[in-house]
């Protein structure tokens, strides 16, 4: 990104960025709250719910993979799967062409759950997106996707795909 934005340099103050920093504070708690509400009926937590978003996302796709889009420990991660799959939420299946790999489905009770989840989410986006005004969607995700680190940015552009 070069600074520009239709010619004009943008030049923002401390204040200016700390406001924005808290926005985003206040702006995830109020993001997360929704789905916390109905992770805690359940006794999951936000990994748990990160999981079955990106494996829902992506259906099939390998422990590895969600491992590097999670940006967690193997541990912390087969902690929550485990969780997922003994409670019916999660299939994890041998692949075909190797068999150390597991790929990883969400179950009609974690497309369920899911849906709940992101519903909740999308909700919460669309009134805020509404409230802001047509033009703050497009510039709202540039800002998000100029934040996230390239290894990141590269998973997100892959599943926008």
């Known amino acids: 990104m070069d600074g520009q934005s239709g010619g004009k340099l943008l030049f923002l103050t401390d204040e200016q960025l700390r406001q924005g920093i808290e926005a985003m504070f206040f702006a995830y708690r109020g993001f997360t709250s929704d789905p916390d509400r109905i992770l805690d009926e359940h006794e999951y937590g936000r990994a748990h719910h990160r999981a079955l978003h990106f494996i829902n996302r992506s259906p099939g796709t390998t422990v590895n993979n969600l491992l590097s889009i999670l940006g967690v420990t193997k541990q912390s991660l087969n902690r929550v799967l485990r969780t997922l799959v003994a409670d019916g939420l999660v299939e994890a299946r041998v692949g075909e062409k190797d068999r150390r790999e597991r790929h990883l489905y969400l179950t009609d009770t974690g497309l369920s759950l899911e849906s709940k989840l992101s519903d909740a989410q999308q909700t919460r986006m669309r009134q805020a997106y509404r409230m802001a005004g047509a033009e703050a969607v497009d510039g709202f995700r540039?800002?998000?996707?100029?934040?996230?680190d390239p290894d990141i940015r590269r998973h997100y552009a892959q599943l926008a795909e």
């Open 142 to 148: 540039r800002v998000l996707e100029a934040m996230m």
